[in-house]
């Protein structure tokens, strides 16, 4: 915030305009409101606005639409806040509850080896059934295999 007086240095014979005096200028855009508008003499003006601040209409109307939106957002986090907190509390009673009666589940607990060998398996039943031809409408028979099927069909 700026107090300041201009004055018209160019032309020294013309005769004595009185000093125009920049009341105040906005804090957020920097526009400048002209002082002689105001009805406060410029060295009362000066004086005042030296040790204040100011923020134009435009700025204080969109400063609030702001202030309004985060406050909404703010409530909005603070009740999805307080869901979270409420289900971090309800599972730790859960956990202490099934901790105090001796109900951890160790059976279902796997080594890292465990879950390797599963995942391994896993990889090569996957692998084996790429190579997997389907076949369908072949009469089914007691006594032919489904290979002897095959080879009589498409060899």
Not at 37 to 44: L, M
Request: proline fraction near 3%.
């Amino acid at each position: 915030m700026t107090a300041t007086v201009l004055s018209d240095d160019t032309n020294k014979n013309k005769t004595a305009q009185p000093p125009i005096v920049t009341v105040s200028r906005c804090d957020i855009c920097n526009y400048d409101m002209d002082g002689t508008s105001s009805g406060i003499p410029s060295d009362a003006a000066n004086k005042l606005y030296q040790y204040t601040s100011w923020v134009c209409t435009d700025c204080h109307t969109n400063s609030q639409q702001k202030i309004d939106k985060l406050q909404a957002a703010l409530t909005l986090v603070s009740d999805k806040l307080s869901d979270l907190m409420a289900t971090v509390d309800n599972l730790q009673q859960k956990l202490e509850n099934s901790t105090r009666h001796g109900q951890t589940n160790n059976d279902n607990v796997m080594s890292k080896t465990d879950i390797a060998d599963e995942i391994q398996n896993t990889l090569s039943a996957e692998s084996k059934r790429k190579c997997n031809i389907i076949i369908t409408g072949l009469p089914e028979s007691s006594d032919v295999t489904d290979e002897q099927a095959f080879l009589t069909y498409f060899l």
